[in-house]
């Protein structure tokens, strides 16, 4: 989910910085929290997907072991639930999302920086990375608010 301006943006603008401090600080948090954001989702799901690998890998060799019963049953019962889990919080769908979105902001960053693409011969250099940042964040934050909407709502009647 797309995070509010930041305690330090939301700090610079009331401190009375420029506009385009605040929006350099707005460009520099988000592309923080995305990215730490995408770092977080990565580790879980590849966690979580081992943990789904070795258990179902194991239960074969558990039943060939003559293993008790309700080790395997739990056993089952653990992919079950991490796959849930999985399904729940979307772990790997925000790993690509947040992803996506940090690279989208860093290209902004360098575009920005080069003078380059949409900055080159422009009015306002800063209004405009505040317009294209805020567009980014709101984009990804529609996919999001759609996904949760998605996980939420029972599937339709056939």
């Given at each position: 989910m797309t995070v509010d301006p930041g305690p330090r943006a939301a700090g610079a603008a009331l401190r009375g910085l420029s506009p385009a401090d605040t929006t350099w600080?707005?460009?520099q948090d988000?592309?923080?929290w995305y990215d730490r954001k995408s770092g977080q989702a990565q580790s879980w799901f590849k966690w979580l997907k081992v943990a789904t690998l070795g258990l179902a890998a194991g239960l074969p060799v558990a039943v060939?072991?003559?293993a008790p019963g309700w080790l395997v049953a739990s056993m089952g019962a653990l992919v079950a639930v991490i796959e849930g889990v999985q399904q729940l919080y979307k772990f790997q769908e925000n790993w690509i999302t947040?992803?996506?979105t940090c690279e989208q902001l860093r290209h902004e960053q360098y575009l920005y920086l080069a003078g380059a693409?949409?900055?080159v011969d422009v009015g306002s250099r800063d209004a405009l990375l505040a317009e294209r940042i805020e567009g980014?964040?709101?984009q990804e934050h529609a996919k999001w608010a759609a996904t949760?909407?998605?996980t939420a709502s029972p599937p339709a009647p056939q």
């Open positions: 600080t707005r460009l988000q592309i923080g060939v072991a003559s947040y992803r996506s693409g949409p900055y980014l964040v709101s949760q909407e998605q």
